[in-house]
């Protein structure tokens, strides 16, 4: 937690400025090769945003949950490539351990998730369970002090460059959720194997891959809390934050398309005066401009509430589904102000597009959000 005010604006201010002087420059380059370069990862390292989210006894920032999405909405005003690199170590990869390990799991790893010396991954989706996430297949059988995992994970973000994985694998015939537990894996185990980076629409600079357990034997220490069949309830936490991430740099990355929209719209000249000035084009810049200020406000509230100690899921799940939803629209709309230079590379506005449609997809489809907002509400005002 950032104790004083003048410190989490200088914070801000920092990232703001990281952002503006070294990634925006690099975003083209970074399109074209698929690959972050090493003295961006090492600025990223020393600026401490690997641990943002990793408590300050660990090694990590300890921003509260506010802090960090005001730090996500920043780091998201560029290619969400550069963030999906150490998100995975304040979001899903990292908080199974943060929520739920056992303190010589957090001592063990966190302090390395952190610095970034390690990279964590999250191992939930499946080849052939995604949304139904308890249909779930890798089986995890004890075996003395140790467990054997077996099964394939698919969609892995950060897989290629993780240091550990947190698996979530059955332990038990108990159908569904019950019989699901969460393992730390150690890339380095044998019989962990990677599939090929995956060919992506967009989000060129993340990586993403299968990953294959063939008999993988971890010792029973690694089971995530020391306990059988809490892990699908694991996940689920972890995604009620991650899904909170994903919400800001939703909002992060709407605002630089709207930015990259509004210097579009003063320069380029039409019938003899800037397209800004015409009542269509500003009806799309105004309209961005609402969605963008209603899902920051969404965001920052269950971020609030969440650093309250209260149970976010139903928020969590409406600020990923509007924000996602909102930042497809706004890119949308950049692309027509933008006209014929919307659709070229050079602009940069179709690679957005692209980057962004993930957002209403990845921790957890817009409909998947539905589904958790409308059962929680009918569960809810059960009389
Ligand atoms: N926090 C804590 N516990 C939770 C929870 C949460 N947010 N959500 C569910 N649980 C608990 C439930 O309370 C239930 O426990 P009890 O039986 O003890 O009551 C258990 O977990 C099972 O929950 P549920 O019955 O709701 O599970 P379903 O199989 O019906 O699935 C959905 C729930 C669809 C919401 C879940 O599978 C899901 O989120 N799917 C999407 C997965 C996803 O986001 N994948 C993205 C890839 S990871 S990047």
């Known amino acids: 937690m950032i104790r004083d005010p003048e410190t989490l604006t200088l914070l801000l201010d920092t990232i703001g400025r990281f952002v503006r002087e070294k990634l925006v420059p690099q975003e083209a380059h970074v399109a074209e090769t698929d690959q972050i370069p090493d003295d961006i990862v090492q600025d990223m390292k020393e600026m401490g945003l690997f641990g943002m989210s990793i408590p300050e006894i660990y090694g990590g920032m300890g921003l509260t949950m506010e802090e960090e999405v005001l730090a996500g909405f920043e780091v998201a005003k560029t290619s969400p490539a550069f963030r999906s690199l ?5 979001g899903i990869g990292a908080q199974g351990i943060v929520i739920d390990g056992t303190e010589a799991q957090k001592q063990y790893y966190l302090p390395k998730i952190a610095t970034g010396e390690i990279i964590g991954s999250f191992a939930l989706t499946e080849p ?3 949304s139904d996430a308890a ?9 003395g002090d140790f467990y054997v995992i077996n099964g394939t994970k698919r969609y892995i973000t950060n897989a290629p460059e993780a240091g550990i994985f947190t698996v979530m694998a059955r332990t038990s015939q108990a159908k569904g959720a019950e019989g699901i537990s969460a393992f730390v894996v150690e890339k380095g185990t044998p019989g962990v194997l990677l599939g090929p980076i995956d060919k992506k629409m967009g989000q060129k600079g993340a990586h993403t891959c299968d990953v294959i357990f063939d008999n993988v034997r971890i010792p029973a220490a690694n089971l995530i809390g020391g306990k059988e069949g809490v ?14 991430n994903i919400a800001a740099a939703s909002v992060g ?4 398309i709207l930015q990259d929209a509004l210097r579009y719209a003063r320069e380029r000249k039409q019938f003899g005066k800037a397209i800004g000035e015409f009542q269509l084009i500003q009806a799309m810049l105004a309209d961005s401009h609402a969605d963008i200020y209603a899902a920051r406000c969404m965001v920052l ?3 609030r509430k969440r650093d309250e100690g209260r149970n976010v899921g139903t928020e969590a799940a409406c600020a990923k589904m ?3 939803e909102m930042c497809g629209r706004v890119a949308d709309r950049a692309v027509q102000i933008f006209g014929g230079a919307g659709y070229l590379v050079e602009y ?3 690679r957005f597009y692209r980057d962004v449609r993930l957002f209403r997809i990845y921790e957890g489809t817009t409909q998947i959000q539905q589904i958790v907002i409308a059962r929680n509400l009918l569960r809810e005002n059960r009389n």
Do not use: P
């Not at 150490?86 to 304040?90: D, K, S, Y």
């Not at 249909?135 to 075996?143: C, E, M, Y």
């Not at 699908?232 to 991650?242: N, P, Q, R």
């Not at 990355?253 to 630089?256: C, D, H, K, L, V």
């Open 301 to 303: 509230d269950a971020a």
């Open 322 to 324: 509007f924000a996602s």
């Open 253 to 256: 990355a709407a605002e630089r």
């Open 231 to 244: 892990g699908f309830k694991t996940a689920m936490k972890v995604l009620d934050k991650g899904r909170l």
């Open 86 to 90: 150490f998100a995975t170590n304040n």
């Open 348 to 350: 940069g506005i179709e």
């Open 135 to 143: 249909s779930l297949r890798t089986t995890a059988l004890k075996d």
């Open 128 to 130: 052939d369970s995604g």
